[in-house]
């Protein structure tokens, strides 16, 4: 059955979309069914059901956390020894078995806070980072993209020899660049739209495993 919403008084058309797209959506009752705190859950568990990069055990960091969805599905698959570590500029209520920081990953000491919180090399970097939309498809694009290249340098430098790196993209004319560095630091690459992510959304995730260890060389993201 389809839940049609009126536009009330105080509720705008674009609103009235949005909560009748919520109440019609599968994975929003899915998550509330099994205590997931986004619909969002789904897409990391989809793309470590078809990868399986989310090891019992393993070292992961998690950018952009909140609400905390990714965090319940990393600790839920990697179990209690595993160590997990994000951060995000909202507080994000705790998630047992996990650590999340609160500060902006784009500050200056954010990934040192990050590195010592882990205590040793990654084995997944985990990024669902998303710049505030403008509207404007381009300049949206961009700044998601120049989001992916911070959270891979970051990657870069704290992934240890083998770990994975899955990224919210959007679909644009940009990437080539960025594609080619991943290529050359990661063994396999591949672009991924879980059934998760919804077929109007321009979103994809990238994701690279088989991380060879060491820095690119300066012209490798020209």
Not at 48 to 60: C, E
Not at 72 to 98: F, H, N, S, Y
Not at 163 to 169: I, L, M, R, T
Request: positive net charge; glycine residues 10%.
């Amino acid at each position: 059955m389809t839940v049609r919403v009126k536009t009330a008084k105080r509720r705008s058309s674009s609103s009235a979309r949005w909560l009748e797209r919520q109440l019609n959506d599968p994975y929003v009752a899915e998550a509330a069914k099994l205590g997931y705190r986004s619909r969002a859950a789904f897409k990391l568990a989809q793309l470590d059901d078809k990868f399986q990069f989310l090891n019992p055990g393993a070292r992961i960091v998690d950018l952009g956390a909140a609400p905390g969805g990714w965090l319940q599905v990393a600790a839920k698959r990697c179990g209690p020894k595993a160590q997990i570590v994000g951060i995000d500029l909202q507080e994000v209520d705790p998630v047992p078995g996990t650590l999340c920081l609160l500060g902006d990953f784009l500050a200056e000491d954010a990934p040192a806070r990050l590195k010592a919180a882990l205590n040793g090399a990654a084995d997944v970097v985990l990024s669902d980072m998303a710049a505030p939309s403008t509207g404007h498809s381009k300049t949206d694009h961009l700044r998601v993209m120049g989001l992916v290249e911070v959270a891979l340098e970051f990657a870069e430098e704290v992934l240890a020899p083998g770990g994975s790196f899955a990224v919210k993209v959007l679909q644009g004319g940009t990437e080539a660049g960025l594609l080619n560095r991943l290529k050359r630091v990661f063994a396999k690459v591949r672009h991924v739209k879980p059934a998760a992510s919804r077929a109007d959304s321009s979103e994809m995730y990238l994701l690279a495993t088989g991380f060879r260890g060491g820095k690119p060389s300066a012209g490798d993201s020209e």
